[in-house]
């Protein structure tokens, strides 16, 4: 079971370093994003970092920190990902001048993006429940060992 939560460490670290490489290269040191966006930008890569961190090194946490450092990333991400100015799920061309088949395209875009944003926040949220603590389960409760005096 051991080697299962550091496999899954692994991988959750490995995404979460994707989507801090797609954070940082969107915030484009050469150009300056706009007031608003920038903010953002940077507190999705802090997001996603101090989510990284608890994931790698702070393992047996069972403080709500990673429990915020989750859902402020999930925040992040899902702002990241539909209404960035470079975001992964918004469809950003057509390839047809057919408005019929543009229509089609974008539905079927929308349905693949909802799909793939859906697991990939199931993804980040499982990191929550699946921790060495949490796969031990909960300490065993005094009850059956109380003396009950008359």
């Given amino acids: 079971m051991k080697n299962i939560v550091l496999a899954y460490r692994f991988l959750y670290a490995v995404v979460m370093l994707v989507f801090l490489a797609n954070i ?20 999705s890569a802090v997001a996603n970092f101090g989510l990284l ?17 989750c859902f402020l990333w999930l925040g992040c991400f899902t702002w990241f990902a539909w209404w960035s ?17 543009d229509m089609l395209e974008a539905h079927q875009h929308v349905l693949i993006s909802a799909t793939i944003f859906a697991l990939l926040c199931i993804w980040f949220i499982s990191v929550i429940f699946v ?20």
């Fill in 24 to 43: 940082v290269k969107a915030i484009h040191f050469d150009m300056i994003p706009s007031k608003v966006e920038a903010p953002l930008l940077i507190l």
């Fill in 131 to 150: 921790s060495k603590d949490r796969l031990r389960g909960l300490p065993e409760s005094n009850m059956g060992n109380r003396k009950v005096s008359v």
């Fill in 53 to 69: 961190l608890f994931v790698i090194v702070f393992p047996k946490r069972r403080t709500t920190t990673p429990f915020l450092a």
């Fill in 85 to 101: 100015s470079v975001s992964p799920f918004r469809m950003h061309e057509f390839h047809s001048f057919d408005p019929r088949q």
